[in-house]
C-alpha cells in the first residue's frame, strides 16, 4: 500500500505516547496497574472502505460527520445524489465508465462505503474482470477510482486524469504472514 510508511509512523507515534503515558507515574505511589476500560459508549467517526471516496465526494463538516456516523445500509439512499453531483462537477462530461456504470449506478455503488468481501474466488479491488470483490495489498485502488469517475466509457478518455502514477509499494510485500514489508 502506497501509505503503509505514513500508518507505521503513526501507528510507531501512537504506541510511543501510550508506553509514554503509561509510563510517566513519577509520585512513587504503589499502585495497581488498571485494566482495560471498555465502559462508556463507542462512536463510529470514521468511514474509509474505499480509499478517496468518502474525501473526495463528502464535503468536510457536518455532511461528512454524519456521513462518517452513518449505518452502511442507509448511506446509499441518503447520499447516491450528493455523490452524483459531485460526480458530476469534477467531470461534467461523465456518461458511462469502463464498467459500463451510469452517474447513478456509479455513485449508488460509491455512496455505500463498505468494503465487499468475496469468500471464494478472486478477491480484488478490480482486475479487469472482477470488480469490488475485496482488496488485495498489492491493488491499485486509486488508480481504479480514477479509472472509474474519468476514464469514460472505454476507460481511456482524460488519461492524464486515471492513474496517479504510483506503481509500486516503496517495498515488495512478503509472501507470508504478516505480507507486509518491515518498516524502514
Known amino acids: 500500500m502506497k501509505t503503509n510508511k505514513f500508518k507505521i509512523v503513526a501507528l510507531a507515534l501512537v504506541c510511543t505516547s ?3 503515558t503509561s509510563c510517566s507515574n513519577d509520585d512513587n505511589s504503589s499502585t495497581q496497574p488498571m485494566g482495560n476500560d471498555f465502559s462508556g459508549t463507542y462512536v463510529q467517526l470514521d468511514q474509509m472502505a474505499r ?9 468536510s463538516g457536518a455532511p461528512k460527520d454524519a456521513f462518517n456516523a452513518a449505518i452502511p ?3 446509499g439512499a441518503s447520499y447516491q445524489s450528493i455523490f452524483q453531483s459531485r460526480l458530476m462537477a469534477l467531470n461534467p462530461a461523465f456518461t458511462t465508465n469502463a464498467l459500463g456504470q451510469t452517474a447513478a449506478q456509479l455513485t449508488g455503488l460509491l455512496a455505500t462505503d463498505v468494503l465487499n468481501v468475496k469468500k471464494t474466488g478472486t478477491t480484488t479491488f478490480f482486475d479487469g474482470t472482477n470488480v469490488l470483490t475485496g482488496r488485495a495489498l498489492a491493488d491499485d485502488v486509486i488508480d481504479v477510482e480514477l479509472l472509474l469517475i474519468f476514464g469514460g466509457p472505454a476507460g481511456t478518455s482524460n488519461s492524464g486524469l486515471t492513474s496517479d502514477h504510483v506503481n509500486a509499494n516503496d517495498k515488495p510485500f512478503l ?4 505480507y507486509l514489508a518491515s518498516a524502514w
Do not use: D, E, R
Open 175 to 178: 509472501t507470508s504472514f504478516p
Open 18 to 20: 501510550a508506553l509514554m
Open 73 to 75: 445500509s442507509a448511506m
Open 51 to 59: 480509499p478517496a471516496i468518502n474525501t473526495v465526494f463528502i464535503a
